[in-house]
């Protein structure tokens, strides 16, 4: 199927967090979507980071609860097309995406990392995709990552809402 036919709906309720099951203080399972839910906020991180997996045959990419990670092509480990830590701990920056808001200078993320605030951050970790959700500076962001099953490409999706009474110019990086 044609890259351009296929839709993903992945991360529908922007802010919304899922009633869980076997929520531990940090995440739990979303039977509904099939997928884990972690709930960051005031800081707070995982005990280590909380990978995912996504990848068909010959391409994919593992990115952690962070939003951070690395992409390859055809062996995780011999073809990576970006930089990777073995680092368990520090979750490095390998690939990262944030907003700027061109007015102000204002620089944050969707994602905890590169750019990190107090605010709440949804992170969903589904099979084959994984989408973060976090609002700032009166912008409401959502980023739904995903390989499709036959394409050498991964596809980070972005929306954003304007939840201010003013208007905005944001760039992505």
């Avoid at 995912?52 to 092509?73: A, P």
Wanted: glycine letters at 8%; charged letters at 20%.
């Amino acid at each position: 199927m044609p890259l351009q036919q296929i839709e993903y709906n992945y991360c529908n309720n922007p802010l919304e967090v899922p009633n869980l099951t076997y929520f531990n203080g940090l995440g739990g399972f979303d039977s509904e979507n099939n997928s884990y839910v972690i709930v960051l906020k005031d800081y707070i991180n995982t005990p280590a980071p909380w990978i995912n997996v996504i990848s068909n045959e010959n391409f994919g990419f593992q990115v952690s609860e962070n939003g951070v990670g690395y992409t390859w092509n055809i062996n995780s480990r011999e073809n990576k097309l970006t930089r990777w830590s073995n680092d368990p701990v520090r979750d490095s920056e390998c690939e990262a995406l944030f907003l700027r808001d061109e007015v102000t200078g204002c620089v944050f993320g969707i994602s905890p990392k590169p750019f990190r605030d107090n605010g709440e951050y949804i992170i969903e970790h589904g099979l084959g995709y994984s989408c973060f959700k976090h609002s700032a500076y009166g912008i409401q962001g959502s980023m739904t990552m995903f390989v499709p099953k036959e394409d050498h490409v991964k596809i980070i999706k972005i929306k954003l809402k304007n939840i201010s009474n003013q208007e905005r110019k944001i760039s992505l990086t």
